[in-house]
């Protein structure tokens, strides 16, 4: 759990008594790269900390995978309206890549809530992840499958290596073979030989 | 400000004394039709509530109207990345309506902030309004225009009446003449005959 207290102090000031108290009410597991942490329909029971990896939401539609976010650690995370409303998830959430994480049950999060600095802290988290919702939103208003992938090359393109291909085409809304037609005439365009 | 009181007692337990202190803390005022509230590029230095009315959330994108979202009386809005991070908004919010409106400063919501139900209610309205956005981007993600349009018309006839034809081709992404045919099609369908 290296990360964090320092994570949680980049939204709020929390003594280290309270940085204690939330540490050690969360509990540390590992999964492997494919593992299933919540599948489509179940209620999600958690809040997660993803220390090290990487973790994709999605859901079906027509038996195709649609991929909704990318979670990349440190960051945390879960499927809100499911662990809030404990209704029926409607979405999964799988890593992407060996992951190492933290976890927190829906009671102990409840109970956090009596530390003024884990409330600055819980707005804030919504707060940022509602822009992050609202940026993909308006990028998909606005821009093409083509366009979304050039944007990702020129700020994400460590993330881009991480993610694999029939994912990343899921999350652009184009086939896995659109995609290697976008890479190849990317790759082949004149702005990539100067 | 008759339903803001039992609109915040749908999300939280306020006593009598906290939702005296949070009403007064709002200034009322009312706008005509086509009033721009905040301009893109401008500070959005308020939280407003609608008691009646309709608004619609737009940014210019190479000198075209692209529609967000709508909010609905009674609904509590602001353009929330500027007004939380004192940033530039990223959207205009016009009023489509004639709306009865309070506004609350930022000032006055920080001060709100010692209330321990504000915070919960805070919180939810907050995670409402990313289920909001969230669905709206699954629809897109997942749907034509015309199946947009269609649900619409399914689950929110009586908004479509209130949203100018413009205004609702750009929030589905089409030409206005597009929405005209769609319309047309769909005034002519064997479904709308039974």
Same mark, same amino acid.
């Given at each position: 759990?290296?990360?964090?207290?320092?994570?949680?102090?980049?939204?709020?000031? &929390?003594?280290?008594?309270?940085?204690?108290?939330?540490?050690?009410?969360?509990?540390?597991?590992?999964?492997?790269?494919?593992?299933?942490?919540?599948?489509?329909?179940?209620?999600?029971?958690?809040?997660?900390?993803?220390?090290?990896?990487?973790?994709?939401?999605?859901?079906?539609?027509?038996?195709?995978?649609?991929?909704?976010? &990318?979670?990349?650690? +440190?960051?945390?995370?879960?499927?809100?309206?499911?662990?809030?409303?404990?209704?029926?998830?409607?979405?999964?959430?799988?890593?992407?890549?060996?992951?190492?994480?933290?976890?927190?049950? !829906?009671? =102990? !999060?409840?109970?956090? &809530?009596?530390?003024?600095?884990?409330?600055?802290?819980?707005? =804030?988290?919504?707060?940022?992840?509602?822009?992050?919702?609202?940026?993909?939103?308006?990028?998909?208003?606005?821009?093409?499958?083509?366009?979304?992938?050039?944007?990702?090359?020129?700020?994400?393109?460590?993330?881009?290596?991480?993610? +694999?291909?029939?994912?990343?085409?899921? &999350?652009?809304?184009?086939?896995?073979?659109?995609?290697?037609?976008?890479?190849? =005439?990317?790759?082949?365009?004149?702005? =990539?030989?100067?």
């Amino acid at each position: 759990m290296k990360q964090f207290p320092a994570y949680l102090r980049t939204y709020a000031s &929390f003594s280290d008594a309270e940085l204690q108290q939330i540490c050690v009410s969360f509990e540390a597991f590992h999964v492997t790269a494919g593992t299933i942490l919540l599948h489509e329909g179940e209620i999600c029971r958690h809040l997660y900390f993803v220390d090290e990896g990487l973790l994709h939401f999605y859901f079906l539609r027509d038996g195709v995978e649609v991929t909704r976010y &990318f979670t990349i650690a +440190p960051y945390l995370f879960t499927s809100q309206r499911s662990f809030n409303l404990r209704q029926p998830a409607n979405e999964s959430i799988q890593a992407l890549e060996d992951c190492r994480l933290w976890r927190l049950s !829906a009671e =102990k !999060a409840e109970a956090l &809530f009596s530390l003024p600095a884990w409330n600055i802290f819980a707005r =804030k988290i919504l707060q940022e992840v509602h822009f992050f919702t609202e940026n993909i939103y308006t990028d998909l208003q606005t821009q093409t499958a083509e366009a979304r992938y050039q944007q990702m090359l020129a700020t994400q393109s460590d993330l881009l290596l991480r993610i +694999p291909q029939k994912v990343l085409a899921s &999350f652009l809304g184009i086939a896995p073979q659109s995609l290697s037609r976008i890479r190849k =005439k990317l790759a082949c365009s004149p702005a =990539k030989l100067t």
